[in-house]
């Protein structure tokens, strides 16, 4: 069995469907079932998976105690993902030492441990985005970001480890199954929504000079992508090439918020439609103008295959949505 945790949500949901498919023997998806404000809307992308159980995330340490000696490997991706979040504590306890607890069975159990880091650890990238730099040397913008950079600088120091451990910092993830992040969805979703309502599309405006507005830049990855580089490390060992350590999970490329707005509206065969507005002031402090995976360190991992650029990905996505919308 393969524990999969936040299965519920985004990523997750997505990566157990995927091992499902494959083949992979059952899958154990955990979330905050008892207690998520969301587990009712996320329960629908479950539905849709064959799972050996369903384990709410606090019950999963005494579920591991007596089932397991038959997990082959746990991939973590459940973290409460709000770059707005200001509950240090929470914050802290959620994603950093319910994170070191499941190192330290998969440590005991000699089972490998993916887990889900952040691009949001190097911050404004003002130390560039190297997955084989010294990360000490990075600053988070937000408590969100600073709790995933902290368990990396743990991980990296821990003399015990798991078998095969890795961790992901995921860039700009997009795709189905994200429909109940909220404000904290895609641009892709926010976008189809307000095009299918009003026939227009609002970005940002630039507060930064010589940056104009929608041309702030991201590493925009699609979802199954994403999926597909994480559980390449479930295939292969810890090895000279492929280290055990952090992955960057992007496509190289950075591409603009326009771009990405003008591949929503041709995947919906319209012309582009797009008003600039007013960056709230509650993320002018923490905003990055500009992400770019590299992706070196991945590629020599043995990860190979190509990424979909946005056109690709976003006209996937978009046939998916509009499926699903008149299905309804």
């Not at 329960?43 to 000696?69: C, F, H, M, N």
């Not at 992901?168 to 926010?190: C, D, Q, T, W």
């Not at 994480?230 to 280290?243: E, I, N, Q, V, Y």
């Amino acid at each position: 069995m393969i524990v999969v945790t936040g299965a519920a949500g985004f990523i997750g949901s997505i990566t157990a469907a995927r091992l499902a498919g494959a083949g992979r023997g059952p899958v154990v998806a955990v979330d905050a079932f008892a207690n998520a404000p969301d587990a009712r809307r996320t329960s629908g992308y479950l539905a849709r998976i064959e799972t050996a159980a369903q384990v709410d995330r606090d019950d999963l340490p005494a579920w591991l105690e007596k089932q397991g000696r038959s997990v082959e490997a746990i991939v973590h991706l459940g973290a409460c993902s709000d770059t707005t979040a200001t509950d240090r504590e929470f914050m802290m306890r959620n994603n950093l030492e319910y994170t070191k607890s499941l190192w330290r069975w998969c440590t005991q159990a000699r089972a490998p441990f993916l887990y889900a880091s952040s691009a949001a650890t190097y911050g404004n990238g003002e130390a560039g985005y190297d997955d084989e730099a010294d990360p000490a040397r990075l600053k988070p913008l937000n408590l969100y970001g600073e709790s995933k950079h902290l368990f990396d600088l743990w991980a990296l120091k821990e003399k015990e480890t798991p078998p095969r451990w890795a961790g992901f910092k995921y860039f700009n993830v997009y795709g189905p199954n994200e429909g109940h992040k909220g404000r904290m969805a895609s641009i892709v979703l926010h976008a189809w929504k307000q095009i299918k309502a009003t026939g227009r599309v609002r970005l940002f405006k630039s507060h930064r000079a010589g940056i104009p507005d929608g041309g702030q830049k991201r590493d925009f990855v699609y979802v199954g992508d994403a999926v597909d580089a994480t559980l390449h490390f479930l295939d292969a060992p810890a090895s000279a090439t492929a280290p055990n350590g952090l992955y960057n999970v992007g496509t190289g490329q950075a591409r603009t918020f326009a771009d990405l707005a003008k591949a929503v509206f041709a995947a919906l065969g319209l012309a582009p439609n797009i008003d600039y507005v007013d960056m709230p002031q509650d993320l002018r402090a923490q905003y990055q103008y500009f992400t770019q995976a590299c992706v070196a360190k991945l590629r020599t991992a043995g990860f190979t295959r190509p990424f979909r650029s946005i056109e690709e990905g976003v006209q996937e996505y978009i046939t998916l949505l509009e499926a699903e919308a008149k299905a309804t």
